[in-house]
């Protein structure tokens, strides 16, 4: 079997699972080749997992001060290189496209009519899963931003939905710092975040951030540009994690028992949505605006069991070598989600 997988880069998220995946299909011996979407091919960094990758133009988003930033989103996708992309893009050697919301891979497989499978966060979505901000335009983007032949969603809880557990890969806990607080708000200025976590002393944020502040931190405060290997070595050994809502570094704080605090990208329905889920289990706290009242009762907070999810990317990986895929009912993949889902015990809480 010859793939094509396609992943949407505007996020770390989607390539964090995109590496399970990756790795999954490695044991398997898959012949599998990589596209990515979103962002320059110079910004992707630690991709020795996808070897000789490809990069399209594809379609992203504009954000400014913690928000979605509607007009210069616009004007960002409004050429047609996205669409000399898709119609560029040649299939003809592939059994199957593989998609986690890219949609240069995901319209160039419905155009010369390849089997595509969506596999996502945004897939959970389409379910009656907890959701904040949902509009007309929010339901038709999820259809058609990148349409599949089969979406499986992914998300912390089922909801009673076939739905696939997270994919996560953690680095072991092997000793725990209870006032190192890992930080990642990759859509907040630096100068937001120093001025948010500055009066607390007693306590060291390790922050990531794709920029650097303009003036000196404080001692308790350190900044580091973005390095995987550092970002998960920090993630295990923190006391918790404060972070925008994200899905993929949601779920590796849920599995490692991190006490988290969330803040969402305002107008990005994903987001907002991810929120009401945590808020409805229970699972984190969250702010709508860097808020250092919040943070001083959330610094207080003791942290959660973890959460074991199974090894959902080599599930996977079996589930499409034994033709799942191929089962236009659905069948086979709600037996699919059902038995990854046997495997997890949710906390009491949960339920």
């Given at each position: 079997?010859?793939?094509?997988?396609?992943?949407?880069?505007?996020?770390?998220?989607?390539?964090?699972?995109?590496?399970?995946?990756?790795?999954?299909?490695?044991?398997?011996?898959?012949?599998?080749?990589?596209?990515?979407?979103?962002?320059?091919?110079?910004?992707?960094?630690?991709?020795?997992?996808?070897?000789?990758?490809?990069?399209?133009?594809?379609?992203?988003?504009?954000?400014?001060?913690?928000?979605?930033?509607?007009?210069?989103?616009?004007?960002?996708?409004?050429?047609?290189?996205?669409?000399?992309?898709?119609?560029?893009?040649?299939?003809?050697?592939?059994?199957?496209?593989?998609?986690?919301?890219?949609?240069?891979?995901?319209?160039?497989?419905?155009?010369?009519?390849?089997?595509?499978?969506?596999?996502?966060?945004?897939?959970?979505?389409?379910?009656?899963?907890?959701?904040?901000?949902?509009?007309?335009?929010?339901?038709?983007?999820?259809?058609?931003?990148?349409?599949?032949?089969?979406?499986?969603?992914?998300?912390?809880?089922?909801?009673?939905?076939?739905?696939?557990?997270?994919?996560?890969?953690?680095?072991?806990?092997?000793?725990?710092?209870?006032?190192?607080?890992?930080?990642?708000?990759?859509?907040?200025?630096?100068?937001?975040?120093?001025?948010?976590?500055?009066?607390?002393?007693?306590?060291?944020?390790?922050?990531?951030?794709?920029?650097?502040?303009?003036?000196?931190?404080?001692?308790?405060?350190?900044?580091?540009?973005?390095?995987?290997?550092?970002?998960?070595?920090?993630?295990?050994?923190?006391?918790?994690?404060?972070?925008?809502?994200?899905?993929?570094?949601?779920?590796?704080?849920?599995?490692?028992?991190?006490?988290?605090?969330v803040k969402p990208l305002l107008g990005q329905f994903e987001q907002l949505s991810n929120v009401a889920a945590l808020q409805l289990l229970g699972a984190a706290d969250s702010m709508m605006q860097l808020s250092p009242q919040t943070l001083k009762?959330?610094?207080?907070?003791?942290?959660?069991?973890?959460?074991?999810?199974?090894?959902?990317?080599?599930?996977?990986?079996?589930?499409?070598?034994?033709?799942?895929?191929?089962?236009?009912?659905?069948?086979?993949?709600?037996?699919?989600?059902?038995?990854?889902?046997?495997?997890?015990?949710?906390?009491?809480?949960?339920?």
């Amino acid at each position: 079997m010859k793939i094509l997988y396609g992943v949407q880069g505007t996020g770390n998220g989607h390539l964090s699972r995109a590496r399970v995946m990756a790795k999954a299909l490695d044991r398997r011996d898959v012949q599998v080749d990589y596209l990515f979407s979103g962002r320059p091919k110079s910004q992707f960094f630690d991709m020795e997992d996808f070897g000789d990758f490809r990069v399209a133009r594809g379609l992203t988003f504009v954000s400014q001060a913690g928000k979605i930033n509607s007009v210069d989103t616009m004007r960002e996708n409004l050429n047609c290189r996205w669409w000399q992309d898709i119609r560029g893009l040649d299939l003809s050697g592939y059994d199957l496209v593989l998609n986690d919301f890219e949609p240069v891979s995901a319209w160039a497989a419905r155009l010369q009519k390849v089997p595509c499978i969506g596999i996502s966060h945004q897939a959970a979505l389409r379910f009656d899963v907890p959701k904040v901000g949902n509009t007309w335009f929010n339901e038709k983007l999820l259809d058609y931003f990148a349409p599949v032949d089969m979406a499986l969603g992914c998300h912390w809880h089922h909801f009673g939905f076939p739905l696939l557990p997270p994919f996560v890969e953690v680095d072991d806990v092997s000793e725990e710092h209870g006032h190192d607080i890992l930080v990642y708000l990759p859509f907040e200025s630096p100068e937001a975040i120093v001025t948010l976590l500055k009066p607390f002393e007693n306590y060291r944020f390790l922050v990531y951030h794709s920029q650097s502040p303009g003036s000196e931190v404080p001692a308790h405060i350190q900044w580091y540009g973005f390095c995987r290997q550092g970002f998960r070595r920090h993630l295990a050994a923190a006391g918790g994690v404060v972070a925008n809502a994200g899905f993929e570094l949601a779920s590796e704080a849920l599995t490692l028992g991190k006490k988290l605090l969330v803040k969402p990208l305002l107008g990005q329905f994903e987001q907002l949505s991810n929120v009401a889920a945590l808020q409805l289990l229970g699972a984190a706290d969250s702010m709508m605006q860097l808020s250092p009242q919040t943070l001083k009762s959330w610094l207080k907070c003791s942290s959660p069991e973890p959460v074991r999810y199974p090894a959902v990317g080599d599930a996977l990986v079996d589930w499409l070598g034994s033709g799942g895929w191929q089962d236009s009912k659905g069948d086979s993949s709600q037996r699919l989600s059902r038995e990854l889902w046997e495997q997890v015990s949710l906390p009491d809480s949960w339920r």
